[in-house]
């Protein structure tokens, strides 16, 4: 059954072996088979057997007898007989083989015929051939070929656009035809000498551009309705119909896809296009900008090429931004908002460049920066999108800060390190009170090295020293604070070596050298402090002799003519002495009078001293009765000799005679009356104040304080710590106060005495800060307890009626004791009512109305006040916070209405009840000012046509002359019938201390405008307005109000702002204010020029001292210039007084500090104070720069430039405030003319010093040209008016700033950072320039440089080039000729570069011809234009079957990229083998080899294979001329023994050595059908060769 089906089933087909598809034939013609594809056959040779084939094997016959031979085999034979490895001939010989070879083939070939191509011809058609020409140029079938011979003659322009859009022609066949078209329309211009092959695309791009702007036009919006016109307006828009919505963008869709291969090929002018596209931006509407936003979008990479493009493109993205922005339909323009955004932030990452143009920013920066602001991040997908958008930040920080320095916005806040540290110096020092802790004072900081020989230990130590005696400051606590602040320095570097003769060193050095000691003024203050300094072992009086003789100073003596006097003789003569030896006196005596003196003008002037002292002092000297009453006045009379004697014999006698005479009568005071001792005490510390005795002063009263049994002496000695409780804290002595009271007061607690008055000064004293925990609870106990006793608590007070009528009839009761027996009832009966003593003033005041109707005789009333005045001090001590708080609040609520309603007479007999309490301590000088004098001076301030004179003029005259009892006048009296005490006045000077010190110093400040302002109301009478004045000028030259402005020179500055600020003072009344402030702090007299405390000098109003008020009294100086110069009638005056203080300023050489200090000064004054200021800035700059000397050189340029740098600092930050609100200024015009002028002279000076230097004048030149960089970027933040004349300076400006660039951006002048500020000075000069453009649409090129020159460029960075290239108006190449010369040979046949190839898009027509394989020169390239020759290889001809293509992995294996490989490279190629083994000898391994095209054999082991074969490959054909690695006429031997291994014999190398060796076959398979066969041992690592280049 098997056998049948077998027998039925059809013979199968022979089986035929078919070549793979992709083998191409060996032969193109002849039938030669396939390369290295023999399939078996019958008959073939290989089934024969025979003995020869069994044992030799199967070898087929070589076409050439000598195939197997090559050059390399001759080359590499080491046999004896034919060898010639070291034969130097054979490589001549080869050489002229080869040239042999090559030129015979040479001279085989054919050479290329000369171009024979025409452009198609224009004819002229009819109508109805032009419309079939049309209609076949639109059908694709129709092959171009047969329409290039000729092109119809006819329409042109925007005809022939529509012509091509209606007949629907195919892009690239309607590019064809308009490159036909166009170059027709040039062939006659090509010939002329001036032809520009690419001019016509500039025509060409006017067309197409025309053309699409004629499109956009049809795209309207209706115009807005016109108010007052009832027209009824109609609008029917292009895109609102349907069909014609259609028409319109398939035409406008046809012309943007011809305008993209009319871009790309050059068939446009790109800059042309690109231009246009930027003004169209900037003029379409916003249904237009839809558009022309894609089409720059498209486009915008050309526009990024230069900045001239994308600046003006970034101005009309944000200009339509804006507009988007104001109008009602913003929501639907989503998607233009997002492009335009878009195209700003792809401006700013590719050119950022573009962003540094100040007046853009200026006006626009917080679009750009929502605009710039990316989404939020969303997730860890959104990585591209956020690094994208941190480089954007990135630049958008860049930029920012760019463009702020060129704004001088921003500017950073600069530290005055010198003159800034001096001025916080004195503000501290200044600062020192009676509240002040002095160790927290670190005025000597930590940050000094604990060194005293360290550069700002001696800076501080002068500031210090100078405070305490200069005029210039305030205050006799001054010497005792430099002093007190030195020791505490001194005591902690007390353990260093030599620290105390360092520190003596630097205070002599101080005093040798210092301009403020030679002054005679300050010799009296300069003497009192090294007195301090020498008691305190700071100073050494010894060394300092010493010192002066071993130097051998001159003019020591007395005896010797004050013309050539030493200075130190004074210093000598007049510092005090204390603790001194003998030996030192004798010294000194012999100095000042030789050695023979007897008695000295000393010893007379201490005899006088003393007989003044005994004078005045009887008692302490043993005398039984007491001078008449002393007053301050006849004290200083009394006692000449004493106050004007020098600080060496004051001292002298109060430390070792008056003084301990003073403890002796202390001792004793016990036995006498209490009045006596009180009278000798006051007269003794009034004494001691005049001598600036404050150590013995303190000395004495605490001396008192602890063997006094009398109360009134304990209470003025209280009196005395607080009156100069300033000088107590500077001399650090308030704890050892503190500690004298406590224990004074625990002894007359023992002993049951009043010692209430202690309590309060203790805890004033100490203020939490001396006294022990013990004592502070104690303290605050018996405190409590006093107020527990006085005002006990309880729920149901004790009601006080309205009127006492006990208090009226006190008055007639003339009972020594009767005001106590009042006051102790009253407090008895209504201790526990919180409001008793506000009801006791009341009636007091009720009844001192009656006082007058009660009495004529001012003698009795006076009576009756005091009477008054004693029954409330027995009020006040019965009360535990005493009667003051009552008052005050009493003079602040129903107390204003009643003040208004008094008397004269009444004023009369208050007042003296007012200055004996306040003499008393009742009340303080402070509730006085705030409930009297204060609220009268505002009353006459706002005094108005309501103001009743009778009432409230003597309400105001009364409060006045009361202010002068208590502030001002240096003695007061309270009434004609109390005897004058110096007691008395000592007690006003100590209470009126409260006044100067805070908190109530900053509401005596603000008050005393209101006393200006009372001076100048014309409502108020002329004898009031006089005492005001007389109050003021009086006010404003106290010292010790002086002292306290300038502890508080902000609180000053507030009380005077307020009234002018608050514009409830008219703007008259302004200068006054301002003088009056300037009286206070310059001690200048009354003057109405503001500039007069100038009138001393720069220097003196900048000294550290005085420059914190100096900045006060400008800033309101230029404040009312600046409301002067906003009114006609004092314009002409104000400006005159600026221009002098702007001259006194700007003339004035200052330092960089005091130049910003001034700077800051000015910061913030009003609009037109700044223009002036400005102005007459630019003036002075302009002046300074052009003081050039006759042979102008960079370092006279160099000091011109430091000098007008001062001034520009000055104006830069006066002008901040005015650019960060915006305000346009009027600037001189003439001033902005000439300033430009001097800077570009300015500038072309260093650029011709550029050229001509080379030495380290460079950096000189540099510095110089960085400052007018920044003064023209100064000059041009103002964005005003430019003239003719500027504008042309700035435009010849341009490019001497552009050579600056250069030249700082290489060469030997290289500097980064200018050449960075440059260029942006430069874009900003550009922008400008385009800013105040007369043209409505200018060349966006127009005032960029045009090309790149100098000697250097070599040099120059890239980075730096990158940004340069962006500024000329030269676009980037069209692909096809970039990077693209013509070249020749020279005679040497050297290649010589010439000109670029220049693109001709209108003349390189496409080629229509057959490629047939022939070389016709035929197209509109020229092959000579390339220099073709022919090689005689033939080109590869394209495969039309695609199963026929070959892999691209085998594509090398038979042809070579364009042309098939001739013999010559492959056998050179193939027969790179193994160098001979003695050439190899001492090599290991595999040799790296050369490269493929190697021009000598490599000595070494060949690597590893980079043909790959075809399976096929492991057989050898017989007629095979293609091998995978040698030539043709290199291999023997039969198929199968290649397969395994190579024969030895045949190899073509076995007649060596090197043939003993076995070829190992191995080979990397990529798949299964592939097979590389490497030759020679196996490698480590196989390599395989890169495919050959394209040709």
Not at 48 to 58: A, N, R, T, W, Y
Not at 82 to 97: N, T
Not at 217 to 237: E, V, Y
Not at 935 to 949: E, F, I, K, S, V
Request: proline fraction near 6%; hydrophobic fraction near 40%.
């Amino acid at each position: 059954m098997k056998q049948e089906k077998r027998g039925q089933e059809p013979p199968s087909p022979i089986y035929e072996s078919l070549p793979p598809p992709w083998l191409p034939k060996s032969h193109r013609t002849a039938d030669v088979g396939y390369p290295g594809f023999h399939p078996p056959r019958p008959g073939q040779d290989e089934d024969v057997l025979s003995d020869k084939h069994i044992k030799d094997g199967f070898l087929l016959p070589l076409p050439v007898p000598d195939e197997h031979q090559s050059a390399a085999v001759v080359f590499l034979q080491q046999d004896a007989k034919g060898g010639r490895m070291f034969d130097q001939s054979v490589l001549a010989d080869l050489e002229h083989l080869m040239n042999d070879i090559f030129t015979r083939k040479a001279d085989s070939t054919v050479a290329i015929q000369s171009s024979t191509f025409k452009i198609p011809s224009r004819v002229t058609m009819s109508d109805t051939k032009r419309q079939t020409w049309f209609a076949e140029l639109a059908n694709p079938d129709v092959p171009l070929s047969k329409l290039g011979k000729s092109v119809p003659h006819g329409a042109k322009g925007h005809d022939l656009l529509d012509l091509l859009h209606t007949n629907n022609v195919a892009i690239p066949r309607a590019v064809w035809f308009l490159r036909v078209f166009g170059a027709n329309e040039t062939a006659g211009l090509r010939n002329k000498p001036s032809y520009n092959p690419t001019q016509y695309s500039v025509d060409w791009a006017i067309v197409v551009t025309s053309y699409i702007k004629k499109q956009l036009a049809d795209i309207a919006l209706p115009s807005a309705p016109r108010p007052g016109m009832n027209i009824k307006q109609t609008f029917k828009g292009v895109l609102s119909d349907a069909e014609s919505r259609d028409r319109w963008v398939s035409r406008f869709t046809y012309c943007l896809k011809l305008l993209r291969p009319f871009y790309d090929e050059g068939l446009v002018d790109h800059r042309t296009f690109l231009t246009w596209i930027i003004h169209q931006m900037a003029a379409c509407n916003l249904a237009q900008a839809g558009f022309v936003a894609h089409l720059a979008d498209e486009y915008l990479d050309g526009v990024l090429e230069k900045r001239p493009l994308a600046k003006p493109l970034l101005d009309a993205c944000i200009a339509k931004l804006n507009e988007i922005r104001t109008i009602s339909a913003q929501g639907h323009l989503n998607k233009l908002e997002e492009i335009l955004k878009s195209l700003i932030q792809r401006i700013c990452v590719t050119l950022p460049d573009t962003f540094v143009s100040p007046s853009t920013w200026l006006a626009h920066s917080s679009l750009l920066r929502s605009a710039l602001a990316g989404p939020a991040d969303s997730g860890p997908s959104d990585c591209r999108r956020r690094d994208f958008q941190q480089f954007i930040s990135d630049n958008l920080i860049d930029i920012q800060r760019r463009n702020d320095a060129m704004l001088f916005r921003n500017l950073p806040p600069r530290k005055l390190e010198r003159l800034g540290s001096l001025v916080l110096d004195i503000q501290i020092l200044n600062s020192i009170c009676s509240s002040t802790d002095m160790s927290t004072i670190s005025f000597f900081s930590s940050q000094i090295p604990d060194c005293t020989s360290s550069s700002s230990f001696v800076d501080k130590l002068d500031t210090l020293l100078t405070w305490a005696v200069t005029p210039l400051q305030y205050g006799s606590h001054r010497p005792y604070a430099a002093v007190t602040l030195l020791r505490a320095y001194h005591e902690r570097n007390a353990r260093r070596e030599l620290s105390s003769a360092t520190l003596h060193d630097h205070l002599f050095d101080w005093l040798d050298s210092k301009p403020v000691v030679r002054e005679a003024g300050n010799l009296r203050a300069v003497a009192g402090l090294f007195g301090k300094l020498m008691k305190s072992g700071l100073f050494d009086y010894a060394a300092y002799v010493q010192r002066l003789v071993a130097r051998g100073e001159e003019g020591l003596s007395l005896s010797e003519p004050d013309e050539t006097a030493s200075l130190h003789r004074n210093f000598l003569r007049w510092i005090p002495l204390q603790n001194t030896t003998s030996s030192l006196l004798n010294q000194r005596k012999v100095i000042f009078y030789g050695a023979r003196a007897r008695q000295t003008p000393e010893d007379v002037c201490e005899r006088e001293m003393r007989r003044e002292i005994r004078a005045i002092l009887p008692l302490v000297f043993g005398g039984d009765t007491l001078p008449p009453s002393v007053s301050m006045a006849s004290l200083r009379t009394s006692c000449p000799t004493v106050l004007g004697a020098p600080c060496f014999e004051q001292v002298r006698t109060i430390k070792q005679w008056l003084l301990p005479n003073l403890h002796k009568f202390t001792s004793r005071s016990q036995s006498l009356d209490e009045i006596s001792t009180l009278k000798t005490y006051s007269t003794a510390v009034e004494l001691l104040r005049y001598t600036h005795s404050y150590g013995s002063l303190l000395e004495l009263s605490l001396s008192v304080l602890s063997q006094t049994s009398h109360a009134e002496l304990l209470t003025a000695v209280g009196e005395v710590f607080h009156r100069f409780a300033t000088i107590w804290t500077a001399m650090n002595v308030t704890g050892t106060i503190a500690s004298t009271l406590y224990s004074t007061y625990l002894l007359w607690r023992t002993q049951g005495g009043k010692a209430r008055s202690l309590l309060t000064l203790i805890i004033e004293m100490d203020d939490g800060r001396q006294l022990d925990a013990t004592a502070k609870t104690q303290v605050e106990n018996d405190n409590s307890a006093f107020t527990n006793a006085l005002a006990p608590k309880t729920d149901h007070p004790e009601a006080v009626p309205s009127v006492l009528p006990e208090i009226l009839l006190l008055a007639e009761d003339s009972k020594p004791d009767a005001p106590t027996i009042l006051a102790n009832s009253l407090w008895y009966r209504y201790r526990t009512s919180g409001d008793w003593a506000w009801k006791v003033w009341d009636n007091i005041v009720a009844s001192l109305r009656q006082v007058p109707v009660m009495s004529e005789d001012h003698e009795r009333r006076h009576k009756y006040a005091l009477r008054y005045g004693q029954f409330l001090l027995n009020v006040d001590h019965h009360l535990p916070g005493g009667i003051d708080n009552d008052v005050l609040q009493w003079f602040l609520g129903t107390g204003k209405s009643e003040v208004l309603g008094l008397t004269l007479e009444t004023w009369d007999v208050l007042r003296v009840v007012l200055l004996f309490l306040c003499v008393r301590g009742a009340l303080s000088t402070t509730t006085l000012l705030q409930g009297l004098v204060y609220p009268a001076w505002q009353l006459g301030a706002d005094a108005g046509p309501l103001y009743q004179p009778h009432n409230m003029e003597t309400f105001i005259q009364a409060a006045s002359k009361l202010f002068d009892a208590l502030v001002l006048q240096e003695e007061c009296f309270i009434s004609p019938i109390v005897p004058q005490e110096l007691l008395d006045a000592q007690r006003i000077h100590t209470w009126r201390q409260d006044a100067f010190r805070e908190p109530h110093f900053t509401l005596f400040a603000s008050n005393i405008p209101n006393l200006v302002l009372l001076e100048h109301n014309n409502v108020v009478s002329d004898e009031l307005r006089g005492i005001a004045r007389d109050l003021r000028l009086r006010t404003c030259e106290s010292r010790d109000i002086r002292q306290s402005c300038y502890r508080n020179l902000d609180a000053v500055r507030r009380g005077f702002e307020h009234p002018i600020q608050s514009g409830m003072v008219a703007e008259t009344l302004c200068e006054p204010l301002v003088n009056a402030l300037k009286m206070i702090l310059s001690e200048s007299n009354e003057d109405t020029d503001v500039n007069s405390f100038l009138s001393t000098g720069i220097s003196s109003v900048l000294s550290p001292c005085t420059l914190a008020a100096t900045a006060v009294q400008l800033q309101f100086g230029l404040r009312q210039l600046g409301r002067a110069l906003a009114c006609e009638s004092t314009k002409q005056g104000a400006s005159a007084s600026l221009d002098k203080m702007t001259s006194l300023i700007f003339h004035h050489s200052m330092a960089s500090e005091e130049a910003y200090f001034i700077a800051e000064m000015a910061r913030g004054v009003d609009g037109p104070v700044a223009i002036k200021f400005i102005n007459n800035g630019f003036k002075s700059i302009v002046d300074i720069l052009n003081r050039a000397p006759a042979p102008s050189t960079p370092e006279s340029l160099l000091a011109r430039v430091g000098r007008a740098g001062e001034v520009l600092r000055v104006l830069s930050h006066v002008s901040e405030p005015l650019r960060e609100e915006g305000t346009e200024l009027d600037l001189d015009v003439s001033t902005q003319e000439r300033l430009a002028k001097i800077v570009l002279e300015s500038f072309q000076f260093a650029n011709t010093t550029f050229s001509k230097t080379t030495d380290h004048s460079l950096r000189v030149i540099t510095e110089a040209v960085i400052f007018l960089a920044r003064l023209l970027q100064f000059d041009l933040g103002f964005f005003g008016i430019r003239t003719t004349h500027f504008r042309e300076t700035c435009e010849r400006m341009m490019p001497v700033l552009f050579d600056l660039v250069v030249i700082h951006a290489c060469g030997p002048a290289q500097d980064a950072v200018a050449f960075a500020l440059l260029l942006d000075t430069l874009y900003f000069l550009i922008d400008d320039l385009f800013l105040h453009s007369r043209t409505s649409t200018p060349d966006p090129f127009k005032y960029y440089p045009t090309k790149l020159q100098s000697p250097h460029l070599h040099s120059l960075p890239g980075s730096h080039r990158v940004r340069l290239v962006t500024l000329f108006p030269h676009l980037r190449p069209n692909a096809v000729v970039q990077d693209l010369v013509h070249a020749h040979r020279d005679s040497t046949g050297l290649l010589v570069y010439g000109a670029p190839v220049q693109n001709r898009p209108w003349e390189w027509i496409e080629n229509l011809d057959k490629d047939d394989g022939m070389i016709r020169n035929n197209a509109s390239l020229s092959l000579e234009l390339f220099g073709a020759k022919a090689t005689g290889d033939h080109l590869i001809g394209y495969v039309q079957d695609e199963e026929r293509c070959i892999p691209t992995r085998l594509e090398s294996v038979f042809e070579d990229k364009l042309t098939a490989e001739s013999v010559f490279p492959r056998d050179w190629r193939e027969t790179r083998l193994p160098a001979h083994s003695d050439v190899r000898a001492g090599e290991r391994g595999v040799g790296e080899g050369a490269d493929e095209l190697g021009t000598l054999p490599t000595f070494g082991l060949q690597k590893p294979g980079s043909r790959r074969v075809s399976p096929s490959s492991s057989v050898r054909s017989r007629g095979s001329v293609s091998s995978v690695r040698r030539s043709p006429a290199s291999l023997s031997g039969n198929r199968s023994a290649v397969s395994t291994r190579e024969g030895t014999g045949e190899s073509g190398i076995g007649s060596g050595p090197a043939a003993e060796r076995k070829r190992k076959a191995s080979g990397s398979v990529d798949d299964d059908d592939e097979v590389e066969i490497i030759e020679g041992p196996i490698a480590k690592k196989l390599k395989v060769k890169p495919k050959p280049k394209k040709k």
